[in-house]
């Protein structure tokens, strides 16, 4: 009756096995940026969008955090007034959540050598929530900006994910600019 | 001596007095009856004719005392409605809906404002005929709805060639409407407003004034404040009920069984985004069809004891499923039937099922069980960024009982509340495919996330296979080997 393919179907997965392996983030992820955050030269953040409009808040490689290799000291979600830990959410349509901007800052980068960034949030929509790995962990940021050192979470309203993300660079469109020496 | 048996009135003066006065104000035989404290069901099997014939006997053969117009306590239903037109014509509706049974039931809803005609009758049963009717409650009186099954079901049953059965599972739902009746309950909303709050969206045509909540307010309500605020409206043509509405329904049949899953573009249940189709057809499609042509049911309800992704495989003995089958138009299915209808689904590629059955109602608790305390097997296709060594490997095996604690994985935090998941992985076991690739094989408890286990989802499971390799890892694929509840009954299928 039921042939039961215990063993895993190798002949499928062959193909799998000799292809280039894309990262997580490349399979699930599309990678947007918003060039000079804040005016901030430099200051790139890459937000990372999910099919179902997620949005992880990232640092991307070119802003000067991880171009000049800092050494972070401290990250504080105590921010401009705000303080970002304490979001409280409940429930499948996360009431409670705090509600951000583009220009919303998200947290206080402090290094070793005094500079301080502030991160904003670069889309908008409701505060998920930020990643407190990086209190007690803040290099996590430096070594995996991309994935274990993101900044936070944040969710587009229905209908508002388009209006959103469409002003953030495709990474074609942001590789073009800033590999053009601006 | 009455010819009426077990009335409330034993004086025969005072009877005929009682129907004198209901009888004035329009009721009929069958609803003087009622009122008179008549309960037996023999009585009411009588024809419209031989009872009026009864009740005029109670007042000396007078003639003329019934009018011809609908009756103000019953609203024609014990009257027109249990006439050979009207019979014929729902004998007529159950043919045509074409469904399969043994025996019957008739459920009839009556429009909500005859609980306001019993309590203004009864009232004035009270105040005309204190020492009988004082203590009397509604409940006392046969209802209309007794009173017409008690007529009706024997002829039905016999036009039907099948008993009227209290049990049955077959269900012919009369709809008697009366489009007057909201405006008359009007008047209970000034006296009890909080009761009648009309809600933001009101879901369908009379949910303000419902039979509980009429009845609730009726029983606080004074009997001064009743009389001056309502009286029984005056008999006329059109204060009739309408019957529009007859609708056949035969109870949910449920079927059990376990399906195995082969594809890994195959959805468990249909995949509807923005109006077009995600994925071409479903688990749940799959089974549901072929169970469809035999069962004829109009609507499917599609549970199991868990899921698996699109792009996971079901393999092993399979995950139970049930299928609610609403309003089956065939019931009489046989074994064998059912296992002609297994070799059906079976014709698919993609999906397998065994152990197809009937079950009950109650048994779709069982399913559930297992979601929660049931263990499950995995084997899962895993990279990793640099080679693993067979130690490595090897410590993987020694991991017993790992608590890891699960935030809502980004790819459902979009409909699901964000909160942490406190799992255990039982057990693990891996083999080397080649240098950046290996089959890493699980048991964890039921609701484990193996592929954030596996990639870690941004360090939000923890611990997770990066952190115990201390290897960045992804996940290929992934197949559930089995899921370990033990019901549905094995069948003995190979």
């Known amino acids: 009756m039921a042939d039961d393919n215990q063993q895993h179907d190798f002949e499928g997965s062959k193909r799998l096995l000799e292809s280039e392996h894309p990262s997580l983030v490349d399979r699930y992820y599309q990678s947007r940026y918003l060039i000079d955050s804040q005016s901030k030269k430099n200051e790139d953040i890459c937000i990372l969008t999910h099919s179902n409009r997620i949005c992880i808040v990232t640092v991307a490689e070119w802003h000067p955090l991880l171009r000049e290799k800092k050494t972070i000291s401290q990250i504080s979600y105590d921010v401009e007034g705000v303080n970002r830990m304490d979001n409280k959410i409940s429930g499948k349509g996360k009431r409670g959540a705090q509600l951000l901007t583009p220009s919303s800052p998200l947290c206080e980068v402090t290094c070793t050598d005094s500079s301080k960034y502030i991160i904003t949030c670069g889309v908008r929509g409701q505060l998920i929530e930020v990643n407190e790995t990086l209190l007690k962990s803040p290099d996590l940021l430096s070594l995996k900006p991309q994935t274990e050192g993101y900044i936070a979470i944040v969710l587009p309203k229905l209908g508002d994910f388009e209006g959103t993300t469409k002003n953030l660079l495709s990474k074609d469109e942001y590789i073009k600019i800033r590999s053009s020496g601006t | 001596m009455t010819a009426v048996p077990n009335i409330f009135s034993s004086d025969p003066t005072v009877t005929k007095e009682i129907v004198l006065l209901l009888t004035q104000d329009g009721l009929c035989p069958r609803c003087v009856l009622r009122f008179l404290g008549a309960g037996d069901v023999g009585l009411f099997r009588a024809t419209s004719e031989e ?79 204190k020492s009988l009717y004082e203590h009397r409650e509604v409940e006392e009186i046969s209802s209309v709805k007794d009173v017409w099954k008690w007529r009706s079901g024997p002829l039905l049953a016999a036009a039907l060639d099948a008993p009227f059965e ?35 969206q009101q879901r369908s045509y009379g949910d303000t004034y419902t039979r509980a909540n009429v009845a609730r307010v009726l029983s606080k309500m004074t009997e001064g404040y009743f009389k001056r605020n309502y009286s029984l409206p005056k008999s006329n043509e059109t204060n009739v009920c309408l019957c529009e509405d007859i609708r056949c329904v035969h109870d949910a049949v ?64 399979g995950r139970p499923f049930v299928v609610e089958m609403g309003d089956p138009h065939r019931v009489r299915l046989t074994p ?17 099922v065994r152990d197809l059955q009937i079950v ?21 296709l895993c990279w990793s960024k640099e080679p693993l060594s067979q130690e490595q490997l090897q410590k993987l095996q020694e991991v017993k ?87 549905p009954p094995s069948l003995g299928d190979t």
């Open chain 2, 51 to 129: 009872l009026a014939q009864k009740v005029k006997s109670l007042v000396d053969d007078q003639d003329d005392i019934f009018s011809p117009l609908p009756c103000p306590a019953c609203l024609g239903i014990l009257q027109v409605y249990l006439e050979e037109g009207f019979l014929n014509r729902v004998v007529e509706a159950v043919r045509t809906s074409d469904h399969q049974f043994k025996n019957f039931i008739c459920s009839l809803t009556t429009p909500v404002c005859s609980l306001l005609r019993e309590h203004a009758i009864l009232l004035l049963l009270k105040e005309k005929f």
């Open chain 2, 360 to 380: 009950e109602k109650n048994d779709i608790n069982k399913l559930k069980e297992g979601e929660i305390e049931k263990t499950k097997t995995y084997s899962a």
């Open chain 2, 336 to 352: 064998e039937d059912l296992a002609e209808i297994q070799q059906e689904i079976n014709k698919s590629a993609d999906v397998k």
């Open chain 2, 254 to 317: 449920f079927v059990a069984g376990r399906y195995n899953k082969y594809s890994r573009t195959l959805s468990q249940t249909p995949w509807i985004l923005d109006g077009g189709r995600k994925s071409e057809s479903s688990v749940e499609e799959e089974i549901c069809g072929p169970l469809k042509k035999k069962f004829l049911f109009t609507e499917q309800r599609f549970s199991s004891s868990g899921r698996e992704d699109v792009d996971v495989r079901m393999l092993g003995k």
């Open chain 2, 166 to 200: 209290l049990k049955s599972k077959f269900d012919i739902i009369l709809n008697f409407t009366y489009e007057k009746s909201d405006k008359e309950c009007t008047f209970l909303s000034y006296h009890s407003p909080e009761v009648f709050r009309k809600r933001k």
């Open chain 2, 401 to 487: 009982d790992l608590v890891i604690y699960q935030k809502t994985p980004i790819r459902v935090l979009h409909r699901r509340p964000l909160a942490t998941r406190e799992r255990v992985v039982y057990s693990m076991s891996a083999e080397k495919v080649d240098d950046l690739h290996f089959t890493l094989n699980l048991l964890t408890q039921a609701g484990t996330y193996i592929k954030e286990f596996v990639h870690g989802d941004f360090g939000r499971t923890t611990p997770n296979l990066g952190t115990l390799t201390g290897v960045e890892c992804d996940i290929l694929e992934l197949d559930v080997q089995s899921v370990e509840l033990d019901w």
